[in-house]
């Protein structure tokens, strides 16, 4: 069989997560966003709820195929530890510059986030695959999924009640509240989505996307690799949804759960997308998505600063009352053409477009930004 080439369905994928992740962050009005395009409120699972673990997954997949090139090119190991290293830095840096741009307040700053969690993730997964064989990495997985399940089921703090799993009663709150106070998502109550304690099964997470990278990599026909992805896929969801009447499923504690029936899904999207794009050659459509998944970090980092520049730069109306640049756009131009919704989509939708406009400049001139 011929070396693996590059996974254009991979790119793709990529990118479109990337920019749903843009559709769902930016509505117009929060007020005015249609449920599929909300978080549930805690237990269930919605199309915004696959954002995060498809990106994690995604990074996974393509670590099985940058380390193993790196690793070829390179006898010794510290170029690849330098290069994880750099990346975990700045990854945790541009996450806390985005809670830190515009605020200017260390006191109350957020430490956890998006970014950060991939920064962690990227580097403990990293370690587990530098420092172990198949079945060490194997291990290393079910023990960050069983082992956060038992640690929330049977550990005891203050203030526990019979439901663990339930807001302000679980232990990943009550060690963030503890460990990151002050400086959490949500301070009134110590809580935060991306906190400590439930990033060790988003660990996982990129793990179950390394050993989908390595499947790819293997020298079998492409047709056994895409039925391996679907049964996968299958075994994840029923395994997700069993584990679920134990450990609900759950975006803000990341349950353990969450982790495999996300993981399903996410197979599942990539085998379609590998069969029609790398298989069958329609390539042609999936030109917006390889170009935002190209620089997925520029995106999301960039869209990110954007929206907050648009949210917290005051300008003052004709009739002399204050409101936001983003304010202006949507009360202004959007809302009194297109109504509530309407204009809250297509806010998020032009901003989109704007990002694929801003990229594909990028792509033109072959600027990729790398971590």
């Given at each position: 069989?011929?070396?693996?080439?590059?996974?254009?369905?991979?790119?793709a994928?990529?990118?479109?997560?990337?920019?749903?992740?843009?559709?769902?962050?930016?509505?117009?009005?929060?007020?005015?966003?249609?449920?599929?395009?909300l978080?549930?409120d805690?237990?269930?699972?919605?199309?915004?709820?696959?954002?995060?673990?498809?990106?994690?997954?995604?990074?996974?997949?393509?670590m099985?195929?940058s380390?193993?090139r790196?690793?070829?090119?390179?006898?010794?190991?510290?170029?690849l530890?330098?290069?994880?290293?750099?990346?975990?830095?700045?990854?945790?840096?541009?996450?806390?510059?985005m809670?830190?741009?515009?605020r200017?307040?260390?006191?109350?700053?957020?430490?956890?986030?998006?970014?950060?969690?991939?920064?962690?993730?990227?580097?403990?997964?990293?370690?587990?695959?530098?420092?172990?064989?198949?079945?060490?990495?194997?291990?290393w997985?079910?023990?960050?999924l069983?082992g956060?399940?038992l640690?929330?089921?049977?550990i005891?703090?203050?203030?526990?009640?019979?439901?663990?799993?339930?807001?302000?009663?679980?232990?990943?709150?009550?060690?963030?509240?503890?460990?990151?106070?002050?400086?959490?998502?949500?301070?009134?109550?110590?809580?935060?989505?991306?906190?400590?304690?439930?990033?060790?099964?988003?660990?996982?997470?990129?793990?179950?996307?390394?050993?989908?990278?390595?499947?790819l990599?293997?020298?079998?026909?492409?047709?056994?690799?895409?039925n391996?992805l679907?049964i996968?896929?299958?075994i994840?969801?029923?395994?997700?949804?069993?584990?679920?009447?134990?450990?609900p499923?759950?975006?803000?504690?990341?349950?353990?759960?969450?982790?495999?029936?996300?993981?399903?899904l996410?197979?599942?999207?990539?085998?379609?997308?590998?069969?029609l794009?790398?298989?069958?050659?329609?390539?042609?459509?999936?030109?917006?998505?390889v170009?935002?998944?190209?620089?997925?970090?520029?995106?999301?980092?960039?869209?990110?600063?954007?929206?907050?520049t648009?949210?917290?730069w005051?300008?003052?109306?004709?009739?002399?009352?204050?409101?936001?640049?983003?304010?202006?756009?949507?009360?202004?131009?959007?809302h009194?053409?297109?109504?509530?919704?309407?204009a809250?989509?297509?806010?998020?939708?032009?901003?989109?477009?704007?990002?694929?406009g801003?990229?594909?400049?990028?792509?033109?001139?072959?600027?990729?930004?790398?971590?």
């Open positions: 069989m011929s070396k693996p080439t590059r996974l254009i369905s991979l790119d994928f990529r990118g479109f997560t990337i920019m749903l992740m843009i559709l769902v962050n930016n509505p117009g009005s929060w007020q005015h966003v249609f449920s599929p395009l978080h549930a805690w237990h269930g699972c919605t199309p915004t709820d696959l954002v995060f673990p498809f990106f994690l997954f995604i990074m996974g997949t393509a099985a195929f380390f193993s790196r690793m070829e090119e390179n006898a010794s190991r510290w170029p530890y330098r290069q994880i290293l750099k990346r975990t830095f700045l990854l945790i840096f541009l996450g806390l510059f809670a830190w741009y515009l200017w307040n260390f006191s109350t700053l957020r430490f956890p986030g998006v970014l950060q969690r991939i920064g962690l993730c990227y580097f403990f997964a990293s370690m587990i695959i530098m420092h172990s064989k198949q079945r060490g990495q194997i291990a997985t079910a023990i960050l069983i956060y399940w640690a929330m089921a049977l005891p703090f203050p203030g526990r009640t019979a439901d663990v799993w339930v807001l302000n009663s679980n232990l990943a709150q009550y060690l963030d509240g503890i460990l990151l106070k002050g400086h959490l998502y949500k301070n009134d109550i110590g809580f935060d989505p991306e906190g400590l304690l439930s990033t060790l099964p988003a660990i996982a997470q990129v793990m179950l996307g390394y050993f989908t990278g390595q499947w990599r293997r020298a079998i026909e492409p047709l056994q690799k895409t391996g679907f996968a896929a299958n994840a969801v029923v395994l997700g949804l069993t584990w679920s009447l134990f450990m499923i759950n975006k803000q504690i990341w349950t353990s759960s969450y982790v495999l029936y996300t993981t399903g996410a197979l599942h999207f990539l085998a379609i997308s590998y069969w794009i790398d298989i069958k050659g329609y390539s042609k459509f999936t030109k917006p998505f170009i935002y998944g190209s620089n997925a970090i520029l995106a999301f980092f960039g869209s990110g600063i954007m929206a907050k648009m949210y917290l005051k300008v003052t109306k004709a009739d002399g009352t204050v409101t936001s640049m983003k304010g202006l756009l949507y009360d202004s131009v959007l009194p053409l297109f109504g509530d919704y309407g809250s989509l297509l806010h998020a939708l032009l901003y989109i477009l704007i990002w694929l801003i990229l594909t400049w990028f792509y033109k001139k072959k600027i990729f930004i790398k971590l």
